[in-house]
Structure formats: C-alpha cells, structure tokens
C-alpha cells in the first residue's frame, strides 16, 4: 500500500555540529535499512531544499506511522502525508 | 532528469459524456505511450481525488513542457511541478 | 484501517430539481449501506455547512478509492483524506 | 453534544524531557479519564504527524472549553474546534 | 450556548431581480423572528461587504444547524462557525 | 461606532510567571474598566483559545488604536480589527 | 476619520458593452463628487491591476459604508477595508 | 513616482529599552525628514497593529529601494510593495 | 527601470476559437514589438503552465501600466509586479 | 536550460556581526564566479527585501540543486525554484 511523504528538515542552529552530524548519519542507515527492506521505495531530492518526496510501501497506517516517526530526524522535520493507489492509465 | 508532476483534472460539467470520453481515451493512450518510452515513469492515483502524482524522466525542461502541453486533458487541468534530484541517501 | 474524509458538498444551481433529488436518495441509499457493513462507520454533519467529517474503516487505500468515487454526489463534492492510527492514550 | 477537535503538539525542544515527560503521563491519565467518563469519546492519532482528531460529547461549550484547556499538554498545543450535529444519512 | 457566525451573501447575478428580492424579504422577516425570540442575539453588517458578523443563543448545536440552514438565503451564503464561551474577565 | 476586535494572546515562555500573572491582572481591571465605560461592550472567549471576540463603541478610529495599544497584554497579542454598521435587519 | 480601502474591479465577460459602460460612466462621476466634496481623499490605480487603492475621510463606519455601497460597480467589486489613524511620527 | 508601501514592525523582546529607543528616535527623524523633502507623502498608522501604511514619491526603483533599506528600524520590518499610477477618475 | 511580471492566461472555454487565434496573434505582435523596442526585455514561459515570467524595463510607473493593459490579452490575465533594482552583487 | 529561483535572505540576530559579514563577502564572491561563468545569467534585487530574483543556466537539475547549495548564505536562504522554458512570442 502506497504513500507519498514529504519531508522538511529543519535543525536548529543551536544544536552542536557533532550532535546533527550523528543524527544525520542515523537518518542515513534507517533509510538504506528501510529501502533494502522494500518499504521506502522511493527518496528524491526536492532541488534547492533540505526537503525530499519519498515513496513508502507499507503494511497499513499503523506501519506507516511507525516508520516515520522512528525517524532520527523526525523531531526536526516537518511532514505531509497523501495516500495513494492504482492509477488506471498506469502500465505497472 | 526528474520532475514530480501533480496533476488534477476539472471536466467541464457541460462537456458532452462522448466528447470526454474520447479525449480520456486519448489521454489514456498518450499516457502509456509515454510510460512504455520511459518518460513517464511512475503514475499514482491521489486516494478519492480526480488527480495524480507522476514523475517524469525527461531531457531538459523544454522536453517537458512539450510532454505537459501535449496532454490531451491539458486544458482541463491545473499543474504543480517540483524539480528533483538524486538524494544522498537514496540506494538507487 | 482508518481514514477521516472531510466532504463539501457543491451542487450546481442549474441542475433541476428532481435530478438532484434522485442523486441525494441515492446517496443517502450508498451511505447508509456502508455504514451497515461497517465501513462507514462514523457520520456527522458540520454546523451551518453542506459538509460532514466522516471516519472510514476500509482494507486498503485502493478499497478507499473505490467507495469514495462511488458516491452518487462524488462529481459534486471536494474532500480532504488523512490516515489515522491508534493513539497511545486511546483506551480502545 | 459533539465537536471535533484536531490538537497539534509543540513542545520546545528546551523543554528538559524529565519534565516533558512528566506532562504526557498526566495528559495521558487526564485523557483517559475523560475517555472513560463518556466525554472524550474518539481519540485518534493522524499518521506521520504529533496531532489527532478527537471527538468529545459535552453539556456545552463552556464545558468543551474547560475540559480543553485542563489539558496539561495544553500550553504546548494548537487547537481546531468544529460544531458538529447528527447526519441526516447516519443510522446511528 | 453562544456562537459567533460570520455569513456572507452571494446571490447569483442570473437571479431575477424580482426572486431575489421576494427571498429577502423573507431573509428579513426570518431574522426578524429570531431576534425577538432572543435567538439571534446580535446581528451587524461588516462595512463594504455584504456580510455581516452574527450571534447567536441556541440551545445546541442541533439547534444552531437547524437555524441556519432555515435561513431563506443559506444557499447563496458561505458560513463561519466559532463557539464562545465565557470570558473570564467579562463583567456581565 | 462599533468595531470587531479579535484578540489572541501568546505570552512567551520564558516570562517569568509572575510577572505574567501582574500583567493579566493588570489586563483584567483596564478590561472592566472599559466595559463599566461602556466602550468595551462584549468580550467572549473562543472555546479551546487563547483568544477573544470583542466588541467595541468607540468615539472614532484614533480613541480604538488608543484602547487597544493600551492594554497591557498589547505587547502579546495579534489582533484583527473590522469595522461594523447597523445591518438593515436587526431590530435594535 | 480616514480608511484605507483597495477595490478590485471584475466586470462579468457577458455584461453587454453599453451596460458595461454606462455604469463605468456613472461610477466616474460619482466618485469625482466625492472627491470634490473632500470624501474620496485619494485616489491611485495599482500597477497592472484593475484595481485602486483609495482612502476616505468618513463621518462614522455607516457613512464609509453607505459611500462603499452607493459605488455603480459596487455589484463587481471586492473590497478591503482597513481603519487608519494619526502617526506619531506624521508631520501633517 | 508613486509606491505604496505597507510595514509592520517586530522589535525582538530581548533588544534593551534603551536601545530600542534609541532606533525608533532615528526612526522618528529619518521619516520627518523624508516628509519634509516630500519623498514620504503619507504616512498613516494602522488601527490596532504596529504596522504603517506610506504612500512615497520616489525617482525610480532604485532611489524606493535606498529609502526603505535605509530606515533604523529596517532590520525588524516586513514589508509590502505595491507600485501605484494615476487613476483615470481621480481630479488630482 | 526594472520590473518582473508574472502572467497567467485564463481563456474563457466559450471563447469561439478564430476569436482567440485572432487575440493570440495580435498578442504575439504586441510582444514582440515591444521586444524589439527593449521595452519588453525577457519573456520565459513556466514549464508546464499557460503562463510566462517576464521582465520590463520601462521609464516610470505610468509606462508599464500602459503597457501591461495594452496587451490582447489583458483581459485575460491575472498579474503579479515586482519591482526590481540593482542587485550589489550583480556584475552588469 | 532555464531556472528561475527567488531567494530570501534571514541573517540570524545572534550572528556576530563579522561572521555575518564573512559570509556575505563570500557570498559575493561566490555569486559573482557563477555569474562571470555564465551559470547564474540574471541577478536582480527586489525593491525593499533582503530578496532577489535569479535566473540560471544550468546542465540539469542536479547541477541547479548543486549551485544553490553550495551558496555561503544557503543556511539562511528559503528558496523557490521555477522551471522555465522558451516562450512562443519571444525573439531570441
């Protein structure tokens, strides 16, 4: 079952270099994990943001939420959520 | 090169049923033709609206806008499209 | 699973009476249907609008599409969907 | 009486957690009382988001507000009231 | 129970002048009713617009739905809706 | 001459609670004192806010800005000033 | 007392020529003897815009009201209305 | 040549009095000057916000753009440019 | 003197299609003059839209105004003007 | 190929002043090697804003993402990104 999430970063600037460079690399292997996984099928980056459209294939809402909100960088992100499915002009 | 396209559809309620079912058949046809060229490269349904989110693979931005324009619904709908790029996390 | 779907109504003045008579019985015959079998399983009327905030209990995004653009009056009406889950705090 | 009632949380991220913490077990206890008592009668969570939609039956909307801003989480919130009465397509 | 509404009136220019004058009249002599019945408390007309800010004392919200949508205009009429209360600092 | 006025408070977190609580005290009595003068002539809370509906009667536009910039949560609030008339409707 | 109004004119594409302009006359001669009569103090046309922006120099909001209503295109205009007052740093 | 331009100010609450007085005193005198040179027409403040509406005289682009930047309070002002020509009704 | 124009073209559907070929033509002359004149100094369209961002260097307010009303168009664009200057880092 | 990218500079108050200033002198020299380059082709300031209005001419959308990023201010920048194209009626 198909979303489409988009993401916002903001980091304060407050917070330490070291501290956001642990995050981020967090954030980095929770998404390689979840693509491996086939549940984060897509991650583009929006050009010129710190934003990206992501594509999640998940179980059902409560995975949905599950995932993102284990997201390192969730407490600094923003998100929105549309639900999708089968278009019937697709080919796939 | 990527574009997430949003597309939502406005039919007159005056147009004829026939005149528009012609022109969604057209729209059909030249949909997956571009799917089956691999510029259309992902078409999803938005859950209970007349709309979608696609993303195209195109050569530069003018390519693009001759493969919007060319839609046979183009005059009935309304467009947002985002430019993406490759994400650092992204395994693909 | 669970969806909130927020839906305005916009019937157009010029259609006739009797017409838009038979679409709203057969609307009110379409959602009291769904709400017998469980699908539709919240419905409330937003004071002072033609709206109401509806909550749906459906299998899949896909099922969800389906009963939403089913709806005799969907060609008349914008609406707004977001996925729910269970709150922590909720004691059911 | 029915309202719904979509909440959003913000707690300042200089918030120290223990005292974080301290507030949700209370906003936690109070919700659950309220849910058992009848007047908090709905409470889901909205996916991806610190938000819900919530339902509350109340005597009246001195009630409603009372019961609203006794929230503890209350100062870190922003708050969507909305009237609601019976659908004339409901069955309930 | 008081509740603020904010209406603001849209008549169609296609509307015989003679239809909708009979409809205002009877706009007129509905407020009229309700005012004396100590309904619709406060009724003022926002300057430059034809809109107006209201206030009604109804004894639910079933009661404030039923109200409005009796109103001889509400189809040519966009609404806004906002429960008072109390405030704690008002000496009446 | 009345006019709309509403007000919401956003006092920062970081002010001190008692110097809060002087400020709200001292907001309450030139409150009262404008109500008693019959310049502040209703004041309601919005349910679930921490905002007002007022209505002012004031002498011109210059003695509302003088009203409004001397209330001592001024500094706090957002406010959004709309100017009424008599509607030809109401009976007072 | 002086209001800040921006008008913004939409003449209906089916409103005949004649018409159109009877009224474009009428509403040039009404707003002239306001000007003369020291009422409409300014008057200035927004750049590429059928629209102006306007202050008047009132009585009281029915006055305001009753010169806004009394415009010919008043039927095709939308308004926004803002009360102004004496700047402590003015020299005038 | 005539702008209008509409300006809201937000003096940080952690600026010192004294410095904060210090700006607005600046302000005063750069505004009174620009008067009196009859580059500032109009100056009018907003009933109930700290926001200005100005009307300015200006050379070209660029002299508007020295002007505004130019201002002590600058730095804690949002802004809103509008470029204005001479109305076909107006007598001036 | 610089501005950017954005443009949006909104052709009504029951606008006879020789009618609008024989406006788009004249359009296209319109613009082009003013190209070659310098006036009319760069003419993009948005990817994907029935719109063009534009940039006009034109003596005052006044000349644009004529300018932007004297397109065929005209009445079927909705605009937005930005006023341009210098930029300190420009090298031209 | 084409993009316009409307940039809004917020500069920190807590920034020290001659970090503040290293930046932007970076900044500048940045800028002005893109523009000497050929890459960052049109570089306007908007009347009024610490904002500017740009046009670039770049590979790809990667090569765009890659450019805005690397800005010295892009911590502080918020960004709208335009696609654009040749225009029919242009004459270059």
Redesign the interface.
Known sequence: ?????EMTVNI??DLPVAEADAIKLK??NY??EL??AGIWV????????YS??S?FDVK???H??EV??GLPLY?FMT?E????????????
């Open positions: 079952m198909l979303f489409k999430v304060p600037k954030e980095k998404s390689q693509q491996k897509h991650l583009w980056r929006i050009v010129g943001q990206n459209v594509i059902d809402n409560a949905l939420h993102l909100t407490p998100m959520v549309t639900a999708l499915c089968q278009h019937p002009s697709s080919i796939k």
